[in-house]
């Protein structure tokens, strides 16, 4: 009778729980839309108000006149600052069908930091498909997602970010470096292999977004048998989009031949044991302090997709370290073209 009682009492809870829950959501929802329909057409008022008059001197008497009255009506929401925001949030966004109300207000006014319409499109995008908060896409764009991700992709194909994060072959999962500054370790302590698995286990849901779209956990430390000996990659995710198992070793210092070459075994062992005929192929990533990629060119066959040495960084470095990095990246893919 208790048990019944108690099922009951949990059934109870939950069918309530989702109502409170859903009536919670669409009030934020109805909260959100009208924060943007708010902000963007005062944004618009001072545009249309400050055409046909070129004198800069007339625009900011205008804005700070009126920001005076506001405030006074009001109070601080409409400082000088959030009246120019709200109208440089028009001037990037004038067609108010292209806003999307997944996004908060918040999100536009941090996508509006970024001057370069192709990656505002991408970083917007992003914040929608990924679900990124505020805290996300500033560390995103802090560590310059963006160029990471393009700089293994051809030029030509570039432009497609802008519109989605392309996903459509192997290397497109690819970034150099990956950044785990969220991470608890420090770049200049000496740690292990061992503790910075664990770290990452810790740090699971951030490694994700890290890794980027489309992944799932599958497992650490996932044993394989091949004859009589057992061999355990560090980490085992699924990608959903690519449809393939992806395999990560962690590594401090430099890779090397036999890095590859155990790699290359649990990747064959998967497409030969795990995989299913309707997956694709799996994906083998050397992630390390040094990627070696002479190493890894030389050891590895010309036409090679399925096996990938990237570098990580447990501090987010400056941008002009990371365009550096970038640079670099973008140099010896041409020479290895």
Known sequence: ??????????????????????????????????????????????????????????????????????TNMYGKGFSVQNLRRMRQFYMYFPIRSTISSELSISHYYELIRIKEENKRNFYMQECISSNWDVKELQRQRTTLLYERIATLKDKSKILELSNSYGIYENKDIIKDPFVLEFLDIKENTNYLESDLEK???????????????????????????IDTEHFYPDLVFYNRILKCFVIIDLKIGKVTHKDIGQMQMYVNYYDRNIKTESENRTIGILLSTDKNETIVKYTLPEDNNTIFSSEFRLTIPSERELIDVIENEKKNIEIIK
């Open 1 to 70: 009778m208790t048990n019944e009682i108690e099922y009951e009492v949990d059934n109870l809870y939950n069918n309530i729980k989702n109502i409170v829950e859903q009536s919670r959501n669409k009030v934020y929802k109805k909260i959100n839309t009208e924060m943007i329909n708010l902000h963007w057409n005062i944004g618009r008022i001072i545009v249309e108000k400050q055409k046909g008059n070129d004198k800069a001197k007339y625009g900011d008497y205008l804005i700070e006149e009126t920001s005076k009255k506001l």
């Open 199 to 225: 770290n990452i286990l810790e740090h699971l849901k951030e490694f994700l977004l890290e890794l980027g779209k489309g992944f799932t956990y599958v497992g650490n430390q996932v044993r394989i048998t």
